[in-house]
């Protein structure tokens, strides 16, 4: 991959397992739904639920199932799961990390996924303020790898030079690759739900290169 020039380069940056580990907000998001069955049903303990839920593959319909919650019911935790207000305290990003970005030419964000859902995410991390543009698929109606709001931000900043970061190869890298972006994939993230190996994708759907978090990027900076 070719040097980048931060002040005429666009960073641009996916949300869950390349800011943060998504893991953490899947833990949030769970012990928010025990907390309030607690203290909506006082014969239950926030967190003994939690302890004694697994919490991989269908947790809600565990959870539900233990404290005899129906399906109508289970919608609703599911919609508070995707609206809680995420701790996420100890998967902050570090003070070098907003550095970094800052010395690029502007900053933006493409993710799948609702817009509630992720803002509140990057409101919990600090950062939504920190991007110059936040383009979400629920709002833009558009999920990678369409081209649509790669193109936008093309618009925005014409001219310019773009890297985009990421973590799934099966749809984050082939859109930018083909419009002459430079993309590098996130591998360090603990928990990631995107571990395959990229060998088994097509050369188009590839990143560039690989970092092992976020702040590595400094190394590949003058």
């Not at 690029?104 to 992720?118: K, N, P, V």
Request: aromatic share 8%; charged share 25%.
């Amino acid at each position: 991959m070719s040097s980048i020039t931060p002040e005429r380069t666009v960073l641009v940056l996916d949300l869950d397992d390349t800011i943060y580990p998504e893991h953490c907000y899947k833990i949030s998001g769970i012990r928010s739904v025990c907390r309030t069955i607690a203290s909506l049903y006082p014969q239950y303990n926030a967190d003994t639920l939690f302890e004694n839920l697994d919490t991989s593959g269908p947790w809600l319909d565990r959870l539900c199932s233990e404290c005899g919650l129906n399906d109508s019911e289970k919608q609703t935790l599911l919609w508070h799961y995707r609206l809680h207000t995420p701790d996420l305290a100890n998967c902050m990003p570090s003070e070098q990390l907003k550095n970094l970005m800052a010395r690029f030419s502007a900053t933006a964000l493409i993710s799948d996924g609702r817009s509630l859902t992720q803002r509140l995410k990057l409101a919990a991390l600090g950062l939504l303020e920190r991007f110059d543009l936040v383009l979400i698929s629920e709002a833009t109606g558009a999920d990678k790898p369409d081209g649509k709001r790669f193109l936008q931000i093309e618009a925005t900043w014409p001219g310019k030079q773009y890297l985009y970061i990421a973590d799934n190869t099966a749809k984050d890298f082939v859109t930018p690759n083909r419009l002459g972006w430079k993309t590098l994939r996130i591998t360090g993230m603990p928990d990631a739900i995107y571990t395959a190996d990229e060998s088994r994708f097509p050369a188009e759907y590839r990143a560039q290169g690989s970092l092992n978090r976020l702040e590595d990027l400094a190394g590949l900076l003058p």
